[in-house]
């Protein structure tokens, strides 16, 4: 299913009215990601299916920077539990997309993200997604405590009144 075209943009802004996005400040940490040719799809705009790339970028880069998970050797390992996004207008090659990062949860081996993803300059959402991470062990693949380091750099995206938008 395609997330532009005037009708599905309605249908999305339907589903989630202005008041329920939350604009560009209220992402504590933000990348630029820039579209690429081949991310466009057959109706010229950027595939749903890429969107969700964007936002597993924004996150483990975030935390790969942060000196909070090694992807290679790392005890623990964040496997994607649960995701959804809504899309709200288009993206198209060349556009720059800001990943605005949040956390809206923390438990003892889960965490709750919240991505917005901007157009170029905009303030608005063109997309809003989110995704749960269960830390697991790298071997036995079972539950396992978030790691100090891990925590600490969570802790600055936590938006303590975050209403799981």
């Known amino acids: ?31 630029a990601i820039v579209t690429r040719w081949m991310d466009n799809d057959v109706y010229g705009h950027v595939n749903n299916v890429v969107y969700y790339s964007y936002f597993d970028t924004v996150v483990n880069t975030y935390l790969i920077r942060q000196g909070a998970l090694d992807i ?23 556009d720059t997309v800001v990943a605005g990062l949040r956390v809206t949860r923390i438990g003892n081996s889960s965490v709750r993200y919240q991505v917005g993803l901007f157009r170029n300059e905009e303030s608005e959402p063109a997309a809003q997604g989110h995704f749960s991470h269960v830390y697991v062990d790298r071997e036995t693949r079972r539950p396992a405590a978030l790691p100090a380091a891990l925590r600490a750099a969570l802790e600055p995206l936590l938006v303590r009144d975050a209403d799981e938008r």
Request: aromatic residues 10%; glycine residues 12%; positive net charge.
């Open 1 to 31: 299913m395609s997330q532009s075209g005037e009708v599905n943009r309605r249908e999305a802004s339907g589903s989630a009215p202005a008041s329920d996005r939350v604009p560009r400040g209220g992402y504590p940490h933000q990348m």
């Open 72 to 94: 290679h050797a790392g005890a623990v390992i964040g496997l994607v539990v649960e995701t959804g996004c809504r899309y709200f207008a288009p993206f198209s090659f060349p």
